[in-house]
């Protein structure tokens, strides 16, 4: 890997991380247009662990009043409200996406990555999100959160796992079908990733070294440094969808995701670009 492509691949993590079009889709399909190369899966993990961190530090206030809330509901259950709740949703959530990633490892980081199939996923989940925006009741608050809610986003989430799909996308598509507001749809979003992405980049970091992490092979400065720009970039990216999908819909979303899924196939059709 060269340091043109850390830094580039570092600031398309950061940018798409938690837009819902897919940061996994789009560092495949900017390495195979501009690098002519696939950066790999691990790579990929390993530099969410910056656009993580830009989670943890954002909503350090609710994840520790939410921690506490858990813990302290757990010894007395007098005192068990929302934030407690959230705890155990957070956790049922990120079940089904360890589960799955931990059996379907290999084909992740191969078969996942081929371009028709993130491409045609970038259009099929474009229109999942224009569905619920126009389904979705958009009514019930964080605070109304259910079990159905947990679940439902979880299993939401682990189609993310897909490259193209788009995990915020997914997430935040299955909490406006059950009709949570589309803020709360987006903040529990961030919350279910934060387990699951850090468990996931911490689980890649040694393949991300090697050839056989299936992409181009990074030296750990260039990994710490793709690292710290999608911190930085991911950062300024939370702020600003907050402030967006609390006065605008998602459907801004939708027609980008299209366009870069049909111009990818035309590039495939084409012979531009190589599936694989």
Known sequence: MTWLQAIVLGSVQGLTEFLPVSSSGHLRIVSAIWFGHDAGASFT?????????????YFLRDIVRIVL??????????????????????????????????VFKDQIRS?????????????????VIAAAEHLGSKRRPLAQLTVRDGVAMGLAQSLALIPGVS??????????????ERPAAVRLSFLLAIPAVTASGLFSLPDAFTSDGGGLQAAGVQLLVATVIA????????????????????????GYRIVVGVVVLGLLAGGVVSAT
């Open 45 to 57: 993990a390993v530099t969410q662990l910056g656009t993580e961190a830009a989670v943890l530090i």
């Open 69 to 102: 809330a858990w813990f302290r509901g757990l010894a007395r259950p007098a005192e068990r409200g929302p934030d407690y709740r959230i705890g155990w949703y957070v956790i049922i959530g990120t079940v089904p996406i360890g589960v799955l990633g931990f």
């Open 111 to 127: 078969g996942a990555r081929n371009l028709w199939l993130v491409a045609t996923m970038l259009i099929v989940f474009a229109l």
């Open 167 to 180: 995990r915020s996308g997914a997430t935040s598509s299955a909490g406006l079908f059950l009709g949570l």
């Open 231 to 254: 911190f930085v970039v991911g950062y300024a990216s939370i702020a600003w969808l907050l402030g967006f999908v609390s006065k605008h819909s998602l459907y801004w979303f939708v």
